[in-house]
């Protein structure tokens, strides 16, 4: 198994999302580490001249490192499961950027502990704020408190949306993300 890493990205995702996704994958190419990724079928067209896979497992069990910057639906709810965790092998890396209910949790704790897994880099988590108290005592686990999405692009994006309500709020003119009643 070559050096390589798995970009998980989904075609409609967020402006954010390909911003980290390309960002990581320049970072990659440049160190000289071969870059895959899966989109599922459903999602249409590939996107670059990569190696592509449309099966996660094969995907990960050819890749030593897998980064997860994707949307969580009910299709990608534990996309990230045993099999995929057992196909990546005791030498694999998971990185979750996305969402927590990606990876199912509670098999990452097992498989990590029963050494079937190499080790994870978590800035998401299933059940946040929650972090079970397995994740937390694992050496093999990296913890961040959910700040990938602070990208010097996402907060001039935030600064330009509140600027622009505050702006429309003033002039009365209808809000750019108004605040919905429930």
Not at 17 to 35: D, E, F, M, T
Not at 65 to 77: D, F, N, S, Y
Request: a neutral charge; glycine letters at 8%.
């Amino acid at each position: 198994m070559g050096s390589s890493f798995w970009l998980q990205v989904r075609r409609q995702a967020s402006r954010d999302c390909w911003i980290r996704a390309h960002r990581i994958g320049s970072r990659q190419k440049a160190g000289g580490v071969w870059l895959h990724y899966f989109v599922s079928l459903k999602e249409g067209k590939t996107i670059c001249l990569v190696p592509f896979y449309s099966n996660v497992v094969e995907l990960a069990s050819k890749s030593n490192a897998l980064v997860i910057c994707r949307a969580l639906t009910e299709q990608t709810h534990h996309l990230i499961n045993k099999e995929v965790m057992l196909a990546h092998g005791k030498e694999g890396f998971l990185v979750n950027v996305g969402r927590g209910a990606l990876i199912d949790e509670n098999e990452m704790v097992r498989c990590l502990m029963e050494g079937e897994f190499g080790g994870a880099g978590l800035d998401v988590f299933e059940n946040e704020p929650h972090v079970p108290k397995e994740v937390v005592a694992l050496d093999k686990v990296v913890l961040l408190p959910h700040v990938s999405v602070f990208t010097s692009e996402s907060q001039m994006a935030l600064s330009n949306l509140v600027a622009g309500n505050l702006e429309a709020f003033f002039s009365n003119n209808p809000l750019i993300t108004p605040v919905r009643d429930y």
